[in-house]
């Protein structure tokens, strides 16, 4: 018995391996459990089982491998690997499974197999399945085919290819063994079923029984309907569209026609070779002489042709003999059976003989004049099997020439042709274009002699009409006389169209809004003309086809044609007048004596008839303008060739008045055009020809005008006409856009390159290069076979423009729809639609080029054969310039070739990749998995020569395809992993230098991933280049990594390796640099409101991006879920895993430990901002895919189109119910995407989030969970914002939640997240939380008043002086709870109130007593596990929630401002309208209702209010700014009302204006500043300009002291469009920039130079203001412009200005926290150094500034400062200069301080454990000296560091001895001691004495000016004393520090006797100002002095000696500053 089990101690993967059959067993069992289990597809559990498959399937034991079998089909279901499996399984399965004797077994093998093919490997299985047909076992044989006929039967023919089975179907119908005849009888039905009458061509060669047995069982099926059952893990989303049809009632046959497949039988037949059956001597006899010869050689190739499909060659020859005896061979019977070789050929190569339709069309229409019944036979036969293989659009030149040919045959088989052809046209193909010029030239066939033209041009018209419908041919053909139109009719009765024309579906009842939005964006429709800007959006590049007449715009021969990439020019719908209706129009406009003087042969009359015909048509108005006869007036006899100048002259302004002012169309323009293009070149009126054409350009479309003047210039014979018409072709373009047809342009060009006058050859090059600016270096290829002195002209013209972006098109843009002559609105977003140039581009295809013979020779073994085939490939490539993406096997031959042996071969490989890549252009995307491998080999070639081409190829394939589809497919990986060293080190450099600059989603990170192990492995390398790259490589990957994304990778590291591989790590983390700024959208544009067209455009480019959204995207909501337990969670497919994910939404993790811990450690952003950033919202993707999220559900999350949001909030909150555990476990994911839905605009979005919400918390209230401290800090300060949304449907909902999370979060640590909403200006939000705060004190108790009763109340009572009743109402409210549970209390807890605040709350305490509730219990709070390491410290703006204290905490009161409203101000506002007090009428402290307050019935309560008088106001009717100057009140004060939310609601000054004055100003005021934020420059600086003359004005500028913040918010975002937009737009105007820079700081500085003003900003602002302008003045680009180092000066002085005029404690905040963000966000050095300078400034103003600071605030910023970069932590980091700075400040305020500084703490919790604590003992108990433990040298270290910046740039001194500088520094060093400062001013003294000639400038420039006034008087002193004295005293200063020395013994006293106190005090007042001190010290000071002067009897001396200490405190400071 032990013996048994003893395997089960063994692991899995050896028991399943063991001899023993039932260990096996055992290990089958477990593996079949076990591998669902497994939620990661891509586990490596799976990699270990992988090579064990075939050995499962292949067991000995019969009972095992039953069981194994299990194991496997788990394994296939579950494993990302599995594919790898399919063809050793499939192999084990043929041999061992389908065969079995246990029928379970045979079963269980087919379901694998079945599986196999739903995983994508389809191939494999059928390929293994089709090899057991030639197995001796027929059970074998019999089950692979039953196999088969199960797939084909489930999965259908688009997966199971037919065609390999259809040639084993003989075999298998003619085996010996019954059983397999009839499983391969089955086989033919089944394919039946799909493919029907495609199949039947190939039973011919069977039995006759056979094919009676097989067409019997065919006609059992009838017409059944054909559904696929089974579906690939990619076809989900048909899965979901075939279930939906099931569930609609719809036609039988429509479904059927979607899901049986269109299956050709030409496809399923064997070509056959017929080139390699001509005979050798073929061409020889073709061409002979005699016609019997020929006719033998074309009769031989007759039957050859008539093989159903022919094998595709190089077939040029024999066309090419074939199409000349067509045209010229005399023999009407070889002519006859050369047609009959066309035709077979033609059905024969299908689409292969495309490259000779058009060729063959033109012969054989030609060919029609033979007039013997049995060549035009043939000839029809061939052209319309050669139509087969082409379209309408491509022949209908050739068919337009044929109908125009003289011979009337010829013209009646045309049109003969023509209507059969149609016969195959639907009307998408026989678009309006096509209809015109076909219709056209058929219209002039009815009028013709030849009766049979005439009835066969009948017949065409008649299939056109059938084809296209009466409502758009009758437009073209109304003019035909009844007889005709009668004929027409009925021929197009009696057409047959052979092809299904499909009509639109009916809209299904049960149809979506969803589908009908999608069907409607697929729907084909004409798109607007393009405009290309150097690329952009693919576009249909389709021009128009040329007529005869000029009426759709002439191409081919000769200009432009169509539009450059947009939708064909649509024919002008304005029908031709002729001249007789044109004088009758004309008539009733003009007098007659105009119209007939226009054409009188005396020219002054001709002037006068036109001066006045230009007069009468100024006056008349653009609709009563007939213009089409008014120009036919004008180009009557002589017209525009008029030979006077003057009159021309009138004649052409006339006309440029008609097409700018009047509807002017094409038809207008084809009367005069001719004549104005011949008169370009005249001397005089040329140029007014040219705006004349201009203007019709704008009228009627370049895309018209252009080509017409090209193609009727190069008619002319004049050079002068053609180089002009080249110049102004060349201005059209540059003001119209690139909207021209390349191709037909380049064929003007060349003309004009071709020609011999010198002027029209430069013109050409000109226009060239205009084009050049659009098309960029792939114009060049079209003009390399020009003579090379002309391409040097080129290249020198495109290397002058090299560089220059195309100018933004002018004209063509805004042009009226009426004038567009189309009816149809295709051109409205014409200005933002761009093209990609790559689409312009002609490419040939080279794939009938590249034939087997030309692989197989580049396969050769002899080095010269594929040296020749080599060559071959080149030469195809270079004649084709540009190539279509068909090129067959040659990538794969090419990567072969770049490592053959024979270098010089793979160098040439190499070379043609390069050149192959240009060619193929975006088209080599497709290829790059099967080249880019040979590239990667060469780079690690031994030879130099070699590795630099393959990069150079490299580069190149990548510039082409673009780095992410070059960086795939594990392709790098694989290279690395087994690559040389040269490999690995050009490859990391190469990666480095791409990766480094590639935009985040330009690389695959799957790859970068897949390569990082292979980096890490590098960095240990032997070789030292490999080394190296790999170094170089971990910051570029890290960039788009993440450091986190790289440092899962180590897990896998070698232990010895790992510490080697996080030191690089380490190393690149702090140089990663800094998360972009986010981009402008274009809702910011729209604030100023009038920013116009711009903002629309922005919309519009964002809709339509929006509207694109994913392809892929699955429109249902089983997009997000597994559709089955199968692990459908795959069903993205192997082939792209990223399209479709649907593995579940959220998985169950520990990961939310780890991430609050690294939110607590900064090691990620803090969730805090008041805008989320692009740096936040990367953050939680990133988070949210580490944490397994569904990456379909994080698609959606984060897509642009608000739907998409709506969408993963449904799925959440489906998933709600199943997945709770998930929930939780990425419950603070869910809550920061939540947040930052917050600040979405849609409101159907926000309302969704709340349902959700609300949901959610009750889930997991109910499920016993506690909230983390983490997650609420995410979450809970942006709910608090929406208690201020307008919306109640948003409000109610936010309540509801704050009040659910007071179930799972302790209610004392909610309450500061309210109190801290009371900051906000929105006073809803103010009300709404203030009625939350009475709510939770009345269930919860005092507790929840945080961080102490007292400070909480006194916040609470601070909005009874509130402006808005709502918010005193509410206030009130909540000290009422207080009271009902404190009692009197409460009037000690809120601290001194005003009398009106006081008695507001007495009486409201005294209403509400009468129904004093009884006090409840408090409910106990829940417990909260808090995250390891403590609550989030140091949050920056944000209030930190604590848990009770138990006796309040020392804090500094601050009284709330006076004013507020009348005490019964709302039961007035009620008792108006005849209603009870809502106070009175319900239980004040009623749990139940928590926010009281009704804002929709109060609103209407005022707004209802009938008092008529009261004037009303919109800010429509608000003046402009200098009328508000002059503005006066008018209008009695209104009565008080609720402040709307879109108002700002702050104090206003007291001032003699009404209220009505002050809200208008205010509205007036908000109203400009929006419109300093606007994108428009001259709107800017209009707005500032305004805001600069109230600023001006000191009577009116108080009234912009409420907007301080919201204009420098406005004026930050402004700097930084500049700074991020403008600045790097190459297209706007750098003088634009400079502008705006002048304009806002001008007005900062103006606003920071009042007192009043400048003091009204706030901390954040600030600190938002000082970042930007630093950023400025390190822009580099700045100070490149002419006026930047201007600007940069300017700037500079606001900073200062700033930091001297700001409110202290604000700016001193703000400056901290900006030195805090730029530590933590490792911003450049630059950056930090000045923001570190900035600090030293405030450093050096402290001590006079002590009076304006909130010590506790800045106490706090310190603690949080050095909470997040502790000491310990500076060790690591290159400069530790920020750390000194905060010891400066913190031993600075030690000074100014003194031990008072350890009573601020009250914003610390915790401070006695502090590093601050400890700085500040330590600086308090160590003497102030100059050995101060570190303080004092890093306060030098940064007033050193400030000076340097300041440092004279004069002329130097004389330099002084090196001892007598030495003995200098050390005196100075003594008069910077305060112990010694008079001996070192004696001894500088007697210093100078020695050394007069000595300067000691240098040293006193160092230091302050107090400082260097200080050392003059010192000088001056002593030198009186030693005058008095008449000796040189050196006494040392005293033991205790005091000495007679300092500014402060300048204080005189000669005389005790003569002494006067008055005098001393005036001194010492003064001195004591510029030091620093406060007028309350200077008095007590004085009152000292006074009392000691009565102590001492006048002997005061000793006195202020003591006093000295204190100027030479300040003294040390000095001598540090700038």
Same mark, same amino acid.
């Given at each position: 018995m032990e013996e048994d089990t003893e395997y089960l101690k063994l692991p899995l993967e050896d028991r399943c391996v063991h001899k023993l059959w039932k260990a096996r067993l055992s290990?089958?069992?477990?593996?079949?459990?076990?591998?669902?289990?497994?939620?990661?597809?891509?586990?490596?559990?799976?990699?270990? +089982?992988?090579?064990?498959?075939?050995?499962?399937?292949?067991?000995?034991?019969?009972? =095992?491998?039953?069981?194994?079998?299990?194991?496997?089909?788990?394994?296939?279901?579950?494993?990302?690997?599995?594919?790898?499996?399919?063809?050793?399984?499939?192999?084990?399965?043929?041999?061992?499974?389908?065969?079995?004797?246990?029928?379970?077994?045979?079963?269980?093998?087919?379901?694998?197999?079945?599986?196999?093919?739903?995983?994508?490997?389809?191939?494999?299985?059928?390929?293994?399945?089709?090899?057991?047909?030639?197995?001796?076992?027929?059970?074998?044989?019999?089950?692979?085919?039953?196999?088969?006929?199960?797939?084909?039967?489930?999965?259908?023919?688009?997966?199971?290819?037919?065609?390999?089975?259809?040639?084993?179907?003989?075999?298998?119908?003619?085996?010996?063994?019954?059983?397999?005849? @009839?499983?391969?009888?089955?086989?033919?039905?089944?394919?039946?079923?799909? #493919?029907?009458?495609?199949?039947?061509?190939?039973?011919?060669?069977?039995? %006759?029984?056979?094919?009676?047995?097989? @067409?019997?069982?065919?006609?059992? +099926?009838?017409?059944?309907?054909?559904?696929?059952?089974? +579906?690939?893990?990619?076809?989900?989303?048909?899965?979901?569209?075939?279930e939906a049809q099931d569930d609609e009632d719809g036609d039988e046959d429509e479904d059927e026609e979607v899901n049986v497949p269109d299956i050709d039988p030409y496809d399923l037949m064997e070509p056959v070779d017929i080139l390699s059956k001509l005979p050798k001597d073929f061409y020889e006899k073709v061409e002979a002489k005699k016609w019997q010869e020929r006719k033998e050689a074309v009769e031989l190739l007759h039957p050859l042709t008539q093989n159903p499909r022919l094998e595709q060659g190089d077939y040029h020859d024999l066309m090419k003999a074939l199409r000349k005896i067509i045209s010229k061979d005399t023999n009407v019977m070889i002519v006859a059976q050369a047609g009959l070789c066309v035709a077979g050929l033609a059905k024969g190569l299908k689409k292969k003989f495309t490259p000779f339709a058009l060729s063959f069309t033109e012969t054989i229409l030609e060919k029609f004049r033979e007039k013997k019944i049995s060549v035009v036979t043939a000839m029809r036969e061939a052209i319309d099997a050669v139509y087969q293989t082409t379209n309408i659009e491509a022949i209908q030149e050739t068919v337009s020439s044929a109908l125009a040919n003289k011979n009337p045959q010829v013209k009646a088989e045309t049109a003969a042709f023509l209507a059969r052809a149609l016969c195959y046209c639907t009307p998408a193909i026989l678009n309006k274009k096509l209809v015109k010029v076909i219709t056209t030239d058929l219209l002039k066939g009815l009028n013709e002699s030849d009766p049979t033209v005439r009835d066969n041009c009948c017949e065409a018209l008649g299939v056109a009409l059938k084809v296209v419908g009466e409502k758009q041919m009758m437009v073209i053909i109304a003019d035909v006389d009844n007889l005709k139109m009668q004929k027409i009719k009925e021929a197009a009765e009696k057409a047959e169209i052979k092809v299904k024309i499909s009509a639109p579906k009916a809209k299904k009842a049960g149809t979506s809004k969803k589908e009908e939005l999608k069907q409607a964006t697929a729907s084909p429709t004409s798109g607007p003309n393009k405009v290309v800007r150097g690329g952009g959006k693919r576009a249909s590049s389709a021009g128009p086809i040329r007529g005869k007449k000029p009426t759709g715009g002439k191409g081919g021969k000769g200009g432009g044609g169509g539009g450059g990439g947009g939708s064909a020019l649509e024919e002008c719908k304005e029908a031709e007048i002729s001249i007789e209706e044109a004088l009758e129009k004309a008539g009733e406009m003009l007098p007659e004596d105009v119209i007939s003087g226009v054409t009188d042969p005396n020219w002054k009359t001709r002037l006068g008839a036109v001066e006045s015909f230009t007069s009468i048509l100024k006056s008349m108005d653009r609709s009563e303008i007939p213009t089409q006869a008014f120009v036919r007036i004008l180009a009557q006899k002589p017209g525009f060739r008029d030979n006077n100048f003057q009159v021309l002259k009138l004649k052409l302004e006339a006309l440029k008045n008609l097409a700018e002012n009047s509807e002017f169309t094409r038809r207008s323009g084809e009367v005069c055009i001719q004549e104005l293009v011949e008169k370009l070149g005249d001397p005089k009126n040329g140029p007014l020809c040219g705006e004349v054409l201009i203007a019709m350009a704008e009228a009627a479309k370049l895309q018209w005008v252009g080509p017409e003047v090209m193609t009727r210039a190069f008619e002319q014979k004049s050079p002068k006409v053609q180089e002009v018409a080249l110049k102004w072709l060349a201005d059209a373009i540059t003001d119209f856009g690139f909207v021209l047809q390349p191709k037909a342009l380049i064929g003007d060009i060349k003309k004009a390159l071709a020609h011999t006058n010198p002027g029209v050859r430069t013109s050409g090059i000109t226009l060239c290069g205009t084009i050049y600016l659009y098309m960029g270096a792939t114009l060049r290829v079209f003009f390399e076979d020009e003579k090379t002195a002309l391409l040097q002209q080129i290249d020198t013209e495109f290397e002058r423009l090299t560089g220059t972006t195309p100018p933004p098109p002018i004209r063509g843009l805004n042009r009226d729809s009426s004038t567009d002559n189309d009816g149809d609105d295709d051109d409205v977003d014409a200005k933002q639609a761009v093209i990609n140039v790559q689409d312009l581009v002609p490419r040939m295809n080279i794939s009938e080029q590249l034939s087997s013979t030309l692989f197989t020779e580049l396969a050769d073994k002899n080095w010269k054969v594929r040296n020749e085939a080599l060559q071959k490939v080149a030469n195809i490539i270079s004649e084709a310039k540009f190539i279509k993406g068909d090129i067959g096997e040659l990538p794969t031959s090419l990567c072969a070739r770049m490592n053959d042996t024979n270098k010089n071969l793979a160098l040439e490989a190499l070379r043609i990749t390069a050149s192959l890549a240009v060619s193929l252009g975006p088209h080599c995307k497709p290829h790059t998995r099967n080249i880019v491998p040979g590239m990667l080999t060469a780079l690690g070639d031994s030879k130099q020569n070699i590795r630099q081409q393959a990069m150079s190829t490299l580069n190149s394939w990548v510039e082409q395809a673009g780095l992410k589809e070059t960086i795939d497919g594990e392709v790098f990986a694989d290279a690395l992993k087994s690559g040389s060293p040269f490999l690995k080190s050009e490859l990391f450099i190469w990666m480095a230098e791409k990766l480094k600059d590639a935009p985040p989603k330009g690389v695959n990170k799957e790859e970068l991933h897949a390569c990082t192990q292979y980096l890490f492995m590098a960095l240990e390398d032997r070789?030292?280049?490999?080394?190296?790259?790999?170094?170089?490589?971990?910051?570029?990957?890290?960039?788009?990594?993440? $450091?986190?994304?790289?440092?899962?990778?180590?897990?896998?590291?070698?232990?010895?390796?790992?510490?080697?591989?996080?030191?690089?790590?380490?190393?690149?983390?702090?140089?990663?640099?800094?998360?972009?700024? %986010?981009?402008?959208?274009?809702?910011?544009?729209?604030?100023?409101?009038?920013?116009?067209?711009?903002?629309?455009?922005?919309?519009?480019?964002?809709?339509?991006?929006?509207?694109?959204?994913?392809?892929?995207?699955?429109?249902?909501?089983?997009?997000?879920?597994? %559709?089955?337990?199968?692990?459908?969670?795959?069903?993205?497919?192997?082939?792209?895993?990223?399209?479709?994910?649907?593995?579940?939404?959220?998985?169950?993790?520990?990961?939310?430990?780890?991430?609050?811990?690294? @939110?607590?450690?900064?090691?990620?952003?803090?969730?805090?901002?008041?805008?989320?950033?692009?740096?936040?919202?990367?953050?939680?993707?990133?988070?949210?895919?580490?944490?397994?999220?569904?990456?379909?559900?994080?698609?959606?999350?984060?897509?642009?189109? +608000?739907?998409?949001?709506?969408?993963?909030?449904?799925?959440?909150?489906?998933?709600?119910?199943?997945?709770?555990?998930?929930?939780?476990?990425?419950?603070?994911? #869910?809550?920061?995407?939540?947040?930052?839905?917050?600040?979405?605009?849609? %409101?159907? &979005?926000?309302?969704?989030?709340?349902? $959700?919400?609300?949901?959610?918390?009750?889930?997991?209230?109910?499920?016993?969970?506690?909230?983390?401290?983490?997650?609420?800090?995410?979450?809970?300060?942006?709910?608090?914002?929406?208690?201020?949304?307008?919306?109640?449907?948003?409000?109610?909902?936010?309540?509801?939640?704050?009040?659910?999370?007071?179930?799972?979060?302790?209610?004392?640590? &909610?309450?500061? $997240?309210?109190?801290?909403?009371?900051?906000?200006?929105?006073?809803?939000?103010?009300?709404?939380?203030?009625?939350?705060?009475?709510?939770?004190?009345?269930?919860?108790?005092?507790?929840?008043?945080?961080?102490?009763?007292?400070?909480?109340?006194?916040?609470?009572?601070?909005?009874? =002086?509130?402006?808005?009743?709502?918010?005193?109402?509410?206030?009130?409210?909540?000290?009422?709870?207080? $009271?009902?549970?404190?009692?009197?209390?409460?009037?000690?807890?809120?601290?001194?109130?005003?009398?009106?605040?006081?008695?507001?709350?007495?009486?409201?305490?005294?209403?509400?007593?009468?129904?004093?509730? &009884? #006090?409840?219990?408090?409910?106990?709070?829940?417990?909260?596990?808090?995250?390891?390491?403590?609550?989030?410290?140091?949050?920056?703006?944000?209030?930190?929630?604590?848990?009770?204290?138990?006796?309040?905490?020392?804090?500094?009161?601050?009284?709330g401002s006076a004013g507020g409203a009348a005490s019964g101000e709302q039961s007035s506002l009620l008792k108006r309208f005849g209603l009870r007090n809502q106070q009175q009428q319900q239980q004040p402290g009623s749990a139940n209702a928590p926010f009281k307050i009704d804002y929709g019935l109060i609103e209407k309560l005022l707004e209802d209010n009938g008092n008529s008088d009261k004037p009303q106001y919109s800010i429509e009717e608000i003046p402009d700014m200098a009328s508000l100057l002059n503005y006066k009140p008018v209008c009695p004060t209104p009565a008080s009302r609720i402040t709307r939310p879109g108002f700002s609601s702050v104090p206003r000054p007291v001032t003699s204006a009404s209220p009505v004055e002050a809200e208008g100003a205010a509205q007036a005021i908000n109203m400009v500043i929006s419109q300093v934020a606007t994108p428009d420059a001259n709107t800017v600086i209009t707005a500032l300009s305004q805001l600069d003359e109230v600023l001006q004005s000191e009577e009116r500028c108080y009234q912009l002291a409420p907007h301080v913040d919201q204009l420098l918010i406005v004026a930050t975002l402004q700097y930084r469009l500049v700074l991020n937009t403008k600045m790097a737009n190459p297209n706007v105007n750098k003088e634009e920039c400079i502008k705006i820079y002048r304009s806002l700081t001008n007005c900062l500085m103006v606003i920071f130079t009042n007192k009043q003003l400048g003091t009204k900003a706030t901390r954040d602002v600030l600190r938002d203001v000082v970042h930007v302008l630093i950023h400025i003045l390190l822009d580099p680009r700045l100070s490149q412009l002419e006026d930047g180092p201007q600007i940069i000066r300017a700037i500079n002085v606001l900073v200062v200005r700033i930091v001297e005029k700001a409110q202290f404690t604000h700016i001193f905040s703000a400056l901290l926290k900006l030195l805090h963000e730029s530590v933590g966000s490792g911003g450049g050095c630059k950056f930090t150094e000045l923001v570190m300078k900035c600090n030293w400034k405030i450093i050096r103003i402290l001590p006079s500034r002590t009076n304006d600071l909130d010590l506790d605030q800045i106490l706090f910023d310190v603690h949080n400062f050095l909470v997040a970069y502790p000491v310990s932590s500076w060790a690591e980091r290159p400069s530790d200069t920020p750390l000194r700075t905060m010891k400066t400040v913190i031993h600075t305020l030690c000074k100014e301080y003194g031990t008072t500084i350890l009573s601020h703490f009250s914003k610390i919790d915790n401070a006695h454990g502090s590093e601050l604590h400890k700085f500040l003992t330590k600086a308090l108990r160590k003497p102030k000296t100059d050995d101060d433990g570190g303080i004092g040298d890093s306060n030098r270290l940064a007033a050193a560091q400030v000076t340097n910046d300041s440092a004279d740039s004069g002329k130097s001194p004389k330099r002084l001895s090196k001892t007598a500088h030495n003995t200098l520094s050390e005196i100075f060093r003594k008069i910077g001691s305060k112990e010694n400062t008079k001996e070192g001013l004696i001894q500088l003294y007697e210093f100078k004495q020695k050394h007069p000639e000595a300067d000691i400038e240098p040293f006193l420039r160092k230091s302050s000016q107090f400082f260097q006034n200080y050392i003059e008087r010192g000088l001056k002193r002593v030198e009186m004393e030693r005058q008095a004295e008449g000796k040189v005293a050196s006494s040392p200063a005293s033991e205790n520090g005091s000495n007679s020395a300092g500014p402060l013994a300048s204080i005189q006293v000669p005389d005790t006797a003569n002494f006067n106190m008055n005098d001393l005090v005036d001194q010492f007042k003064s001195i004591a100002a510029r030091a620093g001190f406060d007028n309350t010290y200077i008095d007590s000071a004085v009152k000292d002095i006074c009392s000691t002067e009565k102590e001492v009897k006048g002997d005061i001396t000793e006195y202020i000696k003591s006093l000295t200490t204190v100027e030479q405190t300040m003294d040390q400071y000095g001598s540090h500053d700038q």
């Open positions: 290990g089958y069992e477990e593996c079949t459990k076990h591998f669902p289990k497994i939620t990661d597809e891509r586990s490596p559990e799976f990699n270990r +089982f992988a090579p064990l498959m075939k050995k499962f399937v292949t067991d000995s034991n019969a009972v =095992a491998q039953e069981k194994a079998l299990d194991a496997v089909l788990a394994f296939v279901e579950n494993a990302h690997v599995a594919g790898r499996t399919a063809g050793d399984c499939t192999s084990g399965i043929v041999q061992k499974c389908l065969a079995a004797p246990k029928r379970g077994t045979q079963e269980k093998a087919l379901e694998i197999l079945l599986m196999y093919c739903e995983i994508e490997k389809y191939e494999v299985v059928q390929e293994e399945l089709m090899k057991g047909f030639t197995q001796k076992n027929p059970k074998v044989v019999v089950g692979c085919v039953h196999a088969i006929t199960t797939a084909l039967r489930e999965f259908g023919p688009k997966v199971i290819n037919p065609k390999p089975l259809i040639k084993q179907m003989h075999t298998l119908l003619e085996d010996r063994d019954k059983n397999v005849r @009839e499983e391969g009888k089955k086989l033919v039905i089944e394919m039946y079923r799909w #493919i029907r009458q495609a199949l039947k061509p190939q039973l011919s060669s069977l039995k %006759p029984v056979q094919i009676q047995e097989l @067409e019997a069982e065919f006609e059992k +099926f009838g017409s059944e309907k054909v559904v696929q059952t089974r +579906f690939l893990r990619s076809q989900q989303d048909l899965k979901a569209k075939m070789n030292v280049d490999v080394r190296k790259g790999a170094s170089e490589a971990v910051l570029p990957f890290m960039i788009h990594l993440g $450091y986190e994304g790289m440092l899962k990778h180590t897990s896998k590291v070698k232990p010895s390796s790992k510490n080697t591989v996080m030191q690089a790590l380490e190393k690149a983390k702090p140089n990663l640099p800094a998360k972009p700024q %986010p981009k402008p959208k274009g809702s910011t544009s729209g604030i100023g409101g009038p920013s116009g067209r711009s903002g629309g455009y922005m919309d519009r480019q964002q809709g339509g991006a929006a509207a694109g959204g994913k392809g892929g995207t699955p429109t249902g909501k089983k997009g997000l879920r597994a %559709p089955s337990a199968t692990r459908a969670g795959t069903a993205g497919g192997r082939k792209d895993s990223e399209d479709v994910d649907t593995s579940p939404l959220l998985q169950v993790n520990n990961l939310k430990q780890q991430r609050a811990t690294d @939110e607590q450690r900064l090691r990620v952003l803090r969730w805090d901002f008041s805008t989320p950033r692009p740096e936040f919202i990367t953050q939680l993707k990133d988070q949210m895919t580490t944490a397994g999220m569904n990456r379909q559900l994080t698609s959606n999350m984060f897509h642009q189109d +608000f739907k998409f949001h709506i969408k993963a909030i449904d799925a959440l909150n489906e998933d709600l119910n199943s997945n709770l555990p998930a929930c939780i476990a990425n419950l603070d994911l #869910i809550l920061k995407w939540l947040t930052i839905r917050f600040f979405d605009t849609n %409101p159907s &979005v926000i309302m969704k989030a709340m349902d $959700y919400l609300q949901q959610v918390f009750q889930f997991v209230s109910e499920d016993g969970y506690h909230l983390l401290d983490t997650e609420a800090n995410c979450f809970l300060p942006f709910l608090v914002t929406k208690f201020g949304d307008p919306k109640d449907s948003i409000r109610g909902p936010a309540r509801n939640i704050a009040k659910l999370i007071c179930n799972i979060y302790p209610a004392s640590k &909610v309450s500061p $997240y309210m109190l801290e909403g009371l900051k906000a200006k929105n006073a809803r939000q103010r009300a709404e939380c203030l009625e939350a705060i009475g709510s939770l004190i009345d269930v919860y108790g005092m507790p929840v008043c945080q961080p102490s009763p007292g400070v909480a109340l006194k916040e609470i009572a601070k909005q009874i =002086a509130d402006r808005d009743n709502s918010v005193r109402n509410a206030a009130l409210n909540s000290l009422v709870q207080v $009271y009902f549970r404190e009692g009197e209390k409460v009037f000690k807890l809120v601290g001194n109130l005003s009398d009106k605040d006081m008695s507001l709350l007495e009486e409201r305490i005294k209403r509400a007593a009468k129904n004093r509730p &009884v #006090i409840k219990k408090p409910p106990v709070e829940p417990e909260v596990p808090t995250v390891r390491g403590g609550a989030a410290a140091g949050r920056p703006n944000r209030v930190i929630p604590t848990a009770a204290q138990p006796a309040p905490a020392l804090v500094r009161d601050r009284e």
